[in-house]
């Protein structure tokens, strides 16, 4: 049997859980003041994708042994919005989440498709994940509070989160600058501009000073602080990723794959796909510098559970009063 080629000088692979574990430590200190039981997660799984249902298993279990308590809620995907309702307003209930895809693109009489309705079904007071309308207006705009006081911090979606602290973890972050401009200077490479991860993250790195490339099936853009540049149509994806120091990769095929000779040496290489986006071997094997994360699924249960306690915080009085169904912050 061939020997598996040594890494490149400097080259390394960062595992998820390295990442993950402070924050679960912050977690469960916070939940030891709370009387050691957390706020409340229920999970609304309406499909039948066997990994959607794994990955609400793991979410559970994750959660207990943060001492987090989490109700896995397996309901028809006609039942849907009037269960989504319900824990809307039900006082137990801290944070809501929804196992995507459970219509996928199918249109919605509301209009768009009706997983986006879904999503903003989801009461703000309860959106573990950050994807309703109300937060993601907030993310583009780059409003960092609910409140104008500036004493609640919004919650982000939790895998772009996830792959922010990522970022900071590895010192991509400049710490000496103040918040917002602490990427000044750094360029990234964002492969899909999904909804729910691809463009809020180049939206959240661009926020904070990056210079972003945001790469998809049919287009090429810049993000920037607050605004979208179209480049020169005669730009590659070769070219953009050859500069870049933060390349993300999120294309959920097994057919792509990026070839490990365009990523710079010292550069950041995160892999939030289910699949694998690039030859992980390659890539150590040839590039000097390089740090590649191959999944970032423990650091995002990490940033959802951070968020549901986020939501307790700022709502906690309001859900107890059962207005969980309705939001009248400005």
Known sequence: ???????????????????????????????????????KLVGFLANTDPAAKKYAEWTGKAMSADNL??????????????????????????????????????????GGSHDDYLRDTVSPYKDAEGLNHFYRRALYQNKRYVDSESTKKCVLPCTPLAVVKTLEHLQVY?????????????????????????????????NDGAKVWSVDIDSVYIFMRGKLVLPAE?????????????????????????DPSWIKEG???????????????ALLSTRPGVRYVGQVGKVTVAMLER?????????????KEGKGGDFYLS
Do not use: C, W
């Not at 859980?17 to 009387?35: C, K, L, N, Q």
């Not at 103040?178 to 999904?194: C, D, F, Q, Y």
């Not at 550069?267 to 071997?281: G, L, M, Q, W, Y």
């Not at 968020?307 to 859900?319: E, G, Q, S």
């Open 267 to 281: 550069a950041v290489v995160i892999n939030v796909a289910t699949s694998k986006n690039i030859d992980e071997k």
């Open 174 to 206: 400049d710490p000496s600058l103040p918040v917002g401009e602490r990427m000044t200077g750094k360029t990234a490479v964002v492969v899909n501009r999904s909804e729910v991860v691809g463009r809020p993250v180049a939206a959240m790195l661009a």
């Open 69 to 110: 308590r989490f109700e896995l809620r397996e309901v028809q995907e006609s039942n849907l919005e009037e269960e989504l309702e319900k824990a809307n307003k039900e006082v137990g209930v801290d944070g809501i989440m929804i196992y995507y895809p459970v219509f996928g693109q199918r249109p919605s009489f509301h």
């Open 1 to 39: 049997m061939a020997e598996a080629p040594a890494n490149a000088p400097g080259a390394r692979k960062v595992l998820a859980d390295e990442v993950a574990a402070p924050f679960r430590e912050e977690i469960r200190e916070a939940v030891a003041t709370m009387g050691g039981v957390g706020p």
């Open 307 to 319: 968020n549901l306690l986020r939501l307790h915080k700022n709502f906690n009085d309001k859900v």
């Open 234 to 258: 005669s730009i590659t994806t070769e070219a953009a990723v050859k500069e870049a120091d933060i390349v993300i990769l999120g294309v959920p095929s097994e057919k792509y794959k990026m």
